[in-house]
């Protein structure tokens, strides 16, 4: 089958890439020549396990090609994707749609032939049947249907998810759009996915429904954390004990500094406004919202206590500043409320991160001293804060660490040790909800 996928970021790149590998033809666009160049000359704008290998080797193999320009990479597709941001809207934490919309109508004036425009970006209830009444507005007499078909990879792990999904939602209106989903998924089937076919409204809402209600998860562990913080408890042995029982599960429930990235954060707030809008409030997730933002905040407290009530005239090392192991993304990232939190208190911050260290320099304060490796971060610190639990912070050797901090003081965000291993080396050791 033949596909154009409209937007080259996270998941308009790696979707289209996936698809390319599996057999089908694949042009994605961007509007951004910049990246478009790059991507032309092999270069793989984000940093993802896997990504560069899969994109090169699909292009050399003729399957994926990429360019700026709508009406070629339309020529004769079955498919267009919708991949384009659909960031919080400034001012009222809405998703803004108008790259979704504007890409509608640019599609709108380019149908030739029956296709299927998917939105593969995370889009509010509803929003499908906009695109298609801004199609049918444009064109009157094309042939088209339009489905929704929301992407559930993670950012660090994109390809085996989008390769090896728990499940793919379509949601279509009518089967002809289904049948030529089906197709574009086929390979999957091999695997025995599940493809599960509903209205577009119901697969819209579960993309928010599925973020919302890991998020949730995330904060309900956070929250018992903070109890066990209080009552001697230790989190982790909780999590195990709740996770064991099936109808719980024990993904996600791994206590730390909050959740961050580019989908939970905006996702959940854009689900509280569309419950708002149609007067079906969600108390739920509101608080999530809530008590994840005032947590992020409240982690610089926790650092603080841990350096004896304050931070002032102290230089702090910081290790890891993505929101996760495995990417470069710092969007919404604990390190962006802890860091300036810290230094606002009076403190030096020494920063590492693996990969995201260019993307910092323009999110945090220009006084952050960035090193090369997690030594030299430690170096005359009077603390040493791991906010990403990226493997490498996961086999540190602690008595080279403990030479190189002028004081033994560790903050765990992430729980990677175990208190046994770090404080018979003369640390004071603290970790999240243990
Ligand atoms: C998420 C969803 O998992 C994915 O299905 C959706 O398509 C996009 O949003 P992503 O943001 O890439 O993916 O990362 P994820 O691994 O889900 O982590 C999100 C945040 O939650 C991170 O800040 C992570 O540190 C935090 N987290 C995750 C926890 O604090 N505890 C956990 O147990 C799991």
């Not at 384009?84 to 400034?90: D, E, L, S």
């Not at 695109?131 to 088209?144: C, G, L, N, Y």
């Not at 909780?238 to 961050?260: N, T």
């Not at 006084?367 to 090369?372: A, E, F, R």
């Amino acid at each position: 089958m033949r596909i154009a996928m409209i937007g080259s970021g996270y998941v308009g790149l790696v979707s289209g890439a996936c698809f390319a590998d599996f057999g089908h033809t694949v042009t994605c666009v961007d509007k951004d020549e910049r990246k478009i160049n790059a991507l032309l000359q092999g270069e793989i704008p984000i940093y993802e396990p896997g990504l560069d290998v899969l994109v090169n080797g699909n292009r050399f193999a003729g399957r994926l090609s990429f360019t700026t320009d709508l009406s070629s990479a339309m020529k004769d597709v079955d498919a267009v994707f919708i991949a384009v941001g659909t960031p919080t809207r400034r001012g009222d934490g809405h998703a803004d749609l108008s790259y979704v919309y504007a890409a509608a109508e640019e599609i709108a004036a380019l149908l030739s032939r029956y296709t299927v425009i998917v939105t593969k970006s995370t889009v509010p209830v509803g929003t499908a049947d906009e695109v298609e009444a801004i199609i049918r507005r444009v064109a009157p007499e094309a042939d088209f249907s339009v489905a929704s078909n929301p992407e559930f990879l993670r950012e660090g792990a994109a390809i085996d998810d989008f390769k090896r999904p728990d499940r793919v939602v379509v949601g279509a209106d009518d089967e002809r759009a289904r049948e030529v989903l089906r197709k574009l998924y086929r390979p999957l089937n091999l695997n025995e996915t599940p493809i599960m076919f509903t209205n577009r409204r119901t697969a819209e809402l579960i993309k928010y429904a599925a973020n919302a209600f890991l998020a949730t998860k995330i904060t309900f562990i956070n929250e018992m954390a903070d109890i066990c913080e209080k009552t001697g408890a230790n989190v982790q042995d909780v999590a195990r004990g709740i996770g064991l029982d099936r109808r719980i599960g024990s993904k996600f429930l791994h206590a730390g500094p909050g959740y961050g990235g580019s989908c939970f954060p905006k996702d959940t707030m854009a689900l509280v406004r569309t419950a708002e809008q149609y007067q079906a409030p969600t108390r739920i997730v509101e608080a999530v919202v809530e008590a994840n933002a005032a947590r992020k905040k409240r982690m610089v407290d926790k650092i603080e206590s841990a350096c004896g009530g304050s931070v002032k005239g102290k230089t702090i090392a910081i290790l890891g500043l993505a929101f996760k192991p495995e990417t470069d993304d710092m969007r919404d990232a604990p390190s962006l409320d802890i860091v300036p939190g810290l230094i606002d208190r009076g403190a030096t911050v020494q920063a590492h991160d693996p990969q995201s260290i260019k993307e910092a320099k323009h999110l945090l304060p220009d006084s952050v001293i960035y090193c090369d490796d997690p030594y030299l971060t430690a170096k005359d610190a009077d603390a040493v804060v791991i906010i990403t639990e990226w493997n490498e912070y996961r086999a540190l050797n602690i008595e080279r660490l403990g030479k190189a901090l002028r004081r033994r003081v560790m903050i765990d965000l992430r729980n990677i040790y175990k208190s046994e291993e770090i404080v018979p080396l003369g640390f004071d050791y603290t970790s999240v909800g243990r």
